[in-house]
């Protein structure tokens, strides 16, 4: 059973979720907190099941954010910590809804920010990609959660 995959620039916002410590882990669940700390997610999982109530995961069925920052915490999908600091304190949510959801638009302001200030954008590129490759393989299944998203 493969996963759906989500939009690539999902991956950076999973960074950001890890590296500013959004992400409570406990025995079979996480709480995610969103970027402008708006919203909490929960993250479930039993045996290889994977569940979150994230409107990307609920509604379209890819893994979203939380659920990518949930797998790269349990080794499951690659995560590097150098890269993580890069992407501390972005309001995804902000630029998103700047970018009117158009994820790929987010990300390339990031990425011009970072090409500005001297950081290896093609070693983070190599890293996302590495990151999308390892969500195709993954072997886990994805249910829509019994929570709806918060509102």
Not at 31 to 54: G, H, M, R
Not at 121 to 133: P, S
Request: with cysteine; charged share 25%; aromatic share 10%.
């Amino acid at each position: 059973m493969s996963v759906k995959l989500p939009p690539i620039e999902k991956i950076h916002e999973a960074y950001s979720a890890v590296a500013d410590g959004r992400i409570v882990l406990k025995e079979n669940q996480a709480d995610v907190t969103s970027s402008d700390l708006a919203k909490t997610y929960l993250v479930t999982w039993k045996d290889e099941v994977y569940t979150s109530n994230d409107n990307a995961s609920y509604w379209q069925g890819y893994l979203g954010y939380p659920l990518i920052a949930v797998l790269m915490l349990q080794g499951k999908l690659s995560f590097d910590q150098e890269i993580a600091d890069y992407f501390k304190g972005i309001n995804w949510k902000k630029l998103n809804t700047e970018y009117k959801n158009k994820f790929s638009e987010a990300v390339k302001q990031i990425m011009t920010k970072f090409e500005a200030d001297g950081i290896d954008c093609d070693k983070i590129n190599t890293e996302i990609n590495k990151v999308y490759q390892e969500i195709g393989q993954l072997t886990i299944t994805t249910k829509r959660s019994a929570a709806r998203p918060p509102k």
